[in-house]
């Protein structure tokens, strides 16, 4: 079955980069020169996504704005003859169609996820946590969606991680099956380093089939106190079976500070206009420090 919906929550107060998400949505951030929340929106385009719900809340009109048609700027641009400019923004009215649903309490990402079931309906779709961005862009999704078709069941997004992030992930007890594809035995949200059945970490990309909703309205809050997705996977796995697809290539992380300046950086670097002059700056300020 065709997936054709995506879910990408953006519902959260991005209080890792208050002061400036006190007016600014996270998702509107730049990540070199387009909002965070695109490269999600072009990746769905990508891999033939026809609708994409995003989760928003109060204080999110940003991202609906961004994503609405801009009549009066496109005609001023266009009598101005700023061709490339307005390619920039005409772009925006060609991606897939996009609907918003508004989480009304802040309950934790399975409960975002969870606030999308009567627009996703009876058919398996996609979440993308808009923080998390890889060097494959599009290449992981579409994997994960070909391994949707092949096992037949769920798929998460994995990679490897360093015994002191284990804490951060959600983290997965694996069974090899194929080169990168694992059958998942069980699902531990954020686990102390000792407690952890692997080192495998979900990022943030998931392959779901509906019946996810079912079992995220038994789930119960978790850890910090939400419903957490994984705890949602965990009872889903008790009836389907439920795959992981090992991503390869560098993963970005652009919900810290640090993270996104390091995703500013290595995108920056490979970007074709600014990368080469870029990359002779960064290393004179190194070069100066050491
Ligand atoms: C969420 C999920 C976690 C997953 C992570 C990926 O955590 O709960 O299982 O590993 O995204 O980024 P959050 O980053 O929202 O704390």
Same mark, same amino acid.
């Given at each position: 079955?065709?997936?054709?919906?995506?879910?990408?929550?953006?519902?959260?107060?991005?209080?890792?980069?208050?002061?400036?998400?006190?007016?600014?949505?996270?998702?509107?951030?730049?990540?070199?020169?387009?909002?965070?929340?695109?490269?999600?929106?072009?990746?769905?385009?990508?891999?033939?996504?026809?609708?994409?719900?995003?989760?928003?809340?109060? @204080?999110?009109?940003?991202?609906?704005?961004?994503?609405?048609?801009?009549?009066?700027?496109?005609?001023?641009?266009?009598?101005?003859?700023?061709?490339?400019?307005?390619?920039?923004?005409?772009?925006?009215?060609?991606?897939?169609?996009?609907?918003?649903?508004?989480?009304?309490?802040?309950? @934790?990402? @399975?409960?975002?996820?969870?606030?999308?079931?009567?627009?996703?309906?009876?058919?398996?779709?996609?979440?993308?946590?808009?923080?998390?961005?890889?060097?494959?862009?599009?290449?992981?999704?579409?994997?994960?969606?070909?391994?949707?078709?092949?096992?037949?069941?769920?798929?998460?997004?994995?990679?490897?991680?360093?015994?002191?992030?284990?804490?951060?992930?959600g983290i997965i007890k694996p069974k090899k099956v194929a080169k990168?594809?694992?059958?998942?035995?069980?699902?531990?949200?954020?686990?102390?380093?000792?407690?952890?059945?692997?080192?495998?970490?979900?990022?943030?990309?998931?392959?779901?089939?509906?019946?996810?909703?079912?079992?995220?309205?038994?789930?119960?809050?978790?850890?910090?106190?939400?419903?957490?997705?994984?705890?949602?996977?965990?009872?889903?796995?008790?009836?389907?079976?439920?795959? @992981?697809?090992?991503?390869?290539?560098?993963?970005?992380?652009?919900?810290?500070?640090?993270?996104?300046?390091?995703?500013?950086?290595?995108?920056?670097?490979?970007?074709?206009?600014?990368?080469?002059?870029?990359?002779?700056?960064?290393?004179?300020?190194?070069?100066?420090?050491?």
């Open positions: 079955m065709k997936v054709r919906k995506a879910v990408i929550p953006a519902a959260g107060w991005g209080t890792r980069f208050l002061p400036i998400t006190k007016s600014v949505p996270k998702e509107i951030l730049p990540l070199v020169d387009k909002p965070i929340i695109q490269y999600a929106v072009e990746e769905c385009a990508a891999c033939g996504i026809e609708l994409i719900i995003i989760i928003t809340s109060q @204080g999110k009109a940003a991202i609906e704005d961004y994503f609405d048609k801009s009549v009066g700027l496109e005609h001023i641009l266009e009598q101005r003859g700023k061709e490339d400019l307005l390619a920039k923004i005409s772009h925006l009215s060609n991606l897939p169609n996009i609907c918003f649903v508004h989480q009304k309490e802040l309950l @934790g990402l @399975g409960h975002a996820v969870l606030s999308s079931k009567d627009v996703v309906g009876k058919e398996p779709f996609v979440v993308i946590l808009p923080d998390d961005l890889f060097e494959q862009r599009e290449l992981v999704l579409k994997e994960m969606l070909n391994t949707f078709e092949q096992y037949n069941g769920s798929v998460v997004a994995l990679k490897k991680v360093e015994p002191d992030e284990i804490s951060r992930y990168n594809v694992y059958q998942i035995m069980d699902f531990v949200e954020k686990p102390e380093p000792s407690q952890a059945p692997s080192n495998l970490a979900i990022m943030g990309r998931y392959v779901l089939t509906p019946e996810i909703f079912e079992e995220l309205e038994s789930t119960d809050f978790g850890v910090g106190g939400e419903i957490q997705i994984t705890d949602g996977l965990k009872r889903l796995l008790r009836k389907q079976a439920i795959f @992981g697809y090992e991503i390869e290539g560098d993963y970005y992380d652009a919900g810290t500070i640090l993270g996104w300046i390091k995703a500013t950086m290595a995108m920056g670097l490979k970007h074709p206009e600014i990368g080469p002059e870029l990359k002779d700056y960064l290393s004179h300020l190194v070069r100066g420090k050491v």
